[in-house]
């Protein structure tokens, strides 16, 4: 069942994160925001459980919510490079 799941949402899931990681980029300094975007990208990496995706997404939710701005945009660049590898593993998990 998961593997339908991923078949089906993996494009899905790969441009709602960009998005979101997009979104918490341009924020300039409102953490409430990154945080809430986080979070949500976490939870839908770990429905799909791509494990890394949602660990790191978790990271950054948590520094958001402690006002730590650098580190947060940090644990998002490596986030983003998780996606990236996502998206080039084609229809296999890259996790």
Do not use: N, P, W
């Not at 979101?20 to 990496?45: F, P």
């Not at 940090?74 to 996790?95: H, K, W």
């Amino acid at each position: 069942m998961l593997d339908e799941l991923r078949a089906r949402f993996k494009q899905r899931f790969i441009e709602t994160a960009r998005a979101r990681i997009a979104r918490t980029r341009s924020v300039d300094g409102d953490m409430g925001t990154a945080a809430s975007e986080m979070h949500g990208l976490a939870g839908e990496a770990a429905l799909l459980e791509y494990a890394e995706c949602a660990k790191l997404a978790r990271a950054a939710e948590g520094h958001a919510r402690a006002g730590e701005g650098r580190k947060c945009k940090e644990v998002v660049d490596d986030l983003e490079a998780a996606v990236d590898g996502l998206a080039e593993s084609g229809g296999r998990s890259a996790e």
